[in-house]
């Protein structure tokens, strides 16, 4: 367990824009910070961070909460290890429990995994720096690729033994058991149910996750045993899954968001080499085809992507048409390609850092105009392949989704293709309304737990309001975001506005149970002599009502200045009036809360048999409206008689 002054420092101390700005790109807007949110996918930002409120609240998905759980939600961990995380970040010391055999095996699963990878991982690089064969071999491998010791020990890399059970033997003599180290693929049983080591005799790439962990590994033999594959790699397991994962963008991606662009190699030497030479922005598609959720994770931290290809002719346009899926995810594409057949890794090793930057700097071109040229060269002056490059080449500028790039590119590609501009316009108008005739899925709902009249004019559905759940939603808004400030509405009132509002609401019961809750919870910490603040309820243990207290305090929308600025209209805060926002809310509750008492006692009237009962219940009646006239006296609305 934490100790709860150190809980309370890390949260504290945690800044939301810096933990999450770690994840996603956030952009200023207002008072708060919008990005891409990183637990759905989409594109155009409905992710919003406060500063202020230290919190973020997804508007597509609804997930919400503090810098502890956003880094839960991302990463899967638990509350502790997600404490620890942030504590880490900002070097706050966190007692450890002490890790034995016992407290592994009961460890989660996931937990245990990254456990074993972790070991796995020092284990190599210890046996590469420190055992004579490491040295001999491992070391001397990467000494003669060039690589110096400060790139190699930022990447971990090491050295697997040339036997049979080195890590195995190793791990299961720290305690470490061997159905994990199965798991994430370190260790293979055969047929035979014998068990052995993976990766025996190679140098070792870790391959980390977003936030630094070891989640698998890449293996080079330095064999010429033609039988032996050149590269192995983790399998698939909990948590590795190669489609989700960028090699070096643990290391890249600062750089990639302070110089807004991401250079794209194929391997792992690419990436060794071109962050040795100065560039630290670099990530690896570890020699997979390039996936969605690769791009996205790109897409967290930059709008620019250069590819650096090497001078494989045929590799290129087998890609081509991959990397459309970096247009259609809004990402600006360039293209580099190295001469006479050279990679970026042996490009700088042959003509050093500075000719690499120099070249890059030089060659990129837009992917759009590279891939037009490509194609026609394939073409030549055969008619009927140049009319198939054209659409194709329409067909990419049909995926970016920004209008006015998309004219650009058709006006720069009508010179080099020489063909008349309205010709691609056609084109492209034609390929957009095949795509926009697609059936388009039905939106869901914003976020669960929206009271159904508001879901409803989010989607312009017109129903009419049945309950009073937006009544309720709103008081406890007030509740919760001005509860704690000082009410000096006039010579009778000098309190906080928290203990007037529950004192106001002592004769309402409220219908939705997790709404109820709160007010309960809020009642006793006032009767435990505590005043509630937001922070109370955003950092609650019960993840609903944590949720639900970062829902309430949280907007999408931001008051543009041009109200002022170019109308002169000044639209007052709400802080400003706070008596008439306050007691608003609560003669709003009660208002609908006595128009359901209202319809229920005309309905037993109706159904009464008994004149004497019924004479009863309509005094009854007319009490309750006389009331309902008070309150809406004080609110300004009419009645209907």
């Known amino acids: 367990m934490i100790k709860k002054e150190t809980i309370d420092k890390i949260l504290e101390t945690a800044l939301i824009e810096e933990v999450v700005g770690d994840f996603v790109q956030l952009k200023k807007r207002g008072t708060s910070l919008i990005g891409l949110c990183p637990f759905h996918n989409e594109k155009s930002p409905?992710?919003?961070?406060?500063?202020?409120?230290?919190?973020?609240?997804?508007?597509?998905?609804?997930?919400?909460?503090d810098s502890v759980h956003f880094i839960m939600e991302h990463e899967k961990y638990s509350y502790p290890e997600a404490l620890k995380y942030v504590a880490n970040k900002y070097h706050i010391e966190v007692e450890e429990t002490e890790v034995t055999p016992a407290f592994r095996e009961a460890q989660d699963k996931r937990e245990s995994l990254y456990i074993v990878s972790n070991y796995a991982a020092k284990f190599f690089a210890d046996k590469m720096w420190n055992s004579e064969e490491g040295k001999t071999i491992g070391l001397s491998y990467f000494k003669e690729r060039g690589f110096r010791d400060d790139i190699i020990k930022k990447f971990e890399l090491g050295y697997s033994p040339d036997d049979w059970s080195a890590l195995l033997d190793s791990a299961v003599k720290e305690g470490y058991q061997q159905e994990f180290l199965e798991q994430v693929g370190l260790v293979i049983k055969n047929d035979q149910g014998r068990v052995?080591?993976?990766?025996?005799?190679?140098?070792?790439?870790?391959?980390?996750?977003?936030?630094?962990?070891?989640?698998?590994?890449?293996?080079?033999?330095?064999?010429t045993d033609k039988s032996s594959p050149k590269y192995v790699n983790s399998p698939e397991s909990d948590i590795y899954h190669k489609s989700?994962?960028?090699?070096?963008?643990?290391?890249?991606?600062?750089?990639?968001?302070?110089?807004?662009?991401?250079?794209?190699?194929?391997?792992?030497?690419?990436?060794?080499?071109?962050?040795?030479?100065?560039?630290e922005n670099v990530v690896a598609s570890s020699g997979t085809s390039l996936t969605t959720e690769q791009i996205k994770l790109i897409g967290r931290f930059t709008k620019s992507v250069t590819i650096l290809?090497?001078?494989?002719?045929?590799?290129?346009?087998?890609?081509?048409?991959?990397?459309?899926?970096?247009?259609?995810?809004?990402?600006?594409?360039?293209?580099?390609?190295f001469p006479?057949?050279?990679?970026?890794?042996?490009?700088?090793?042959?003509?050093?850092a500075a000719a690499f930057k120099s070249h890059i700097n030089s060659h990129q071109k837009d992917f759009i105009f590279y891939k037009t040229e490509i194609l026609l060269q394939d073409a030549n002056s055969d008619p009927i392949k140049k009319a198939g490059v054209i659409r194709d080449v329409v067909e990419s500028i049909a995926k970016i989704p920004d209008a006015i790039k998309a004219s650009i590119f058709v006006r720069e590609c009508s010179s080099i293709l020489q063909m008349e501009e309205r010709i691609l316009i056609a084109e492209l108008n034609k390929i957009r309304l095949s795509n926009s005739k697609k059936q388009a899925p039905k939106p869901a709902f914003v976020e669960e737990g929206l009271p159904p009249e508001v879901e409803a004019a989010m989607y312009g559905i017109e129903t009419p309001v049945q309950t009073d759940e937006y009544q309720e939603r709103d008081m406890l808004r007030v509740l919760l975001m001005y509860g704690d400030r000082m009410a000096?509405?006039?010579?009778?009132?000098?309190?906080?506005?928290?203990?007037?509002?529950?004192?106001?609401?002592?004769?309402v019961v409220f219908n939705n149970p997790l709404y109820a809750k709160v007010v309960e919870l809020y009642k006793k910490e006032l009767e435990e002599g505590r005043l509630p603040t937001e922070k109370t309820f955003i950092q609650h243990p019960d993840r609903k009502i944590a949720e639900l207290a970062v829902s309430l305090i949280s907007t999408p929308y931001v008051l543009s200045e041009n109200w002022y600025n170019m109308h002169n209209i000044s639209v007052p805060e709400e802080t400003e009036k706070l008596q008439g926002t306050v007691m608003g809310a609560i003669f709003h509750l009660k208002k609908k809360k006595i128009a359901s008492i209202l319809a229920n006692k005309q309905k037993e009237i109706q159904e009464e048999k008994d004149a004497e009962k019924q004479l009863t219940l309509m005094v009854q009646y007319k009490e309750?409206?006389?009331?309902?006239?008070?309150?809406?006296?004080?609110?300004?609305?009419?009645i209907i008689k």
Not at 209 to 220: A, L
Not at 319 to 337: A, C, P, Q
Not at 340 to 352: E, N, T
Not at 624 to 638: A, H, N, P, T
């Open 488 to 507: 000096h509405w006039d010579e009778s009132t000098d309190s906080y506005i928290g203990p007037y509002i529950i004192l106001h609401l002592d004769d």
């Open 196 to 223: 052995y080591d993976r990766f025996r005799g190679r140098v070792m790439f870790p391959i980390h996750n977003f936030t630094g962990r070891v989640i698998g590994f890449g293996g080079r033999t330095l064999k």
């Open 309 to 337: 290809y090497d001078g494989d002719a045929a590799g290129i346009k087998a890609s081509l048409r991959g990397l459309d899926m970096i247009l259609e995810e809004g990402l600006d594409v360039k293209v580099v390609l």
């Open 340 to 352: 006479d057949g050279h990679d970026p890794d042996s490009y700088i090793q042959k003509f050093g």
């Open 244 to 279: 989700n994962v960028l090699y070096g963008l643990f290391q890249a991606k600062k750089a990639i968001r302070d110089f807004d662009n991401c250079y794209l190699v194929e391997g792992y030497a690419d990436v060794l080499s071109v962050q040795q030479a100065g560039v």
């Open 46 to 65: 409905s992710f919003h961070v406060s500063p202020a409120k230290g919190i973020f609240k997804c508007f597509g998905c609804g997930k919400g909460g």
């Open 624 to 638: 309750l409206k006389e009331l309902e006239r008070y309150i809406s006296s004080y609110l300004g609305s009419v």
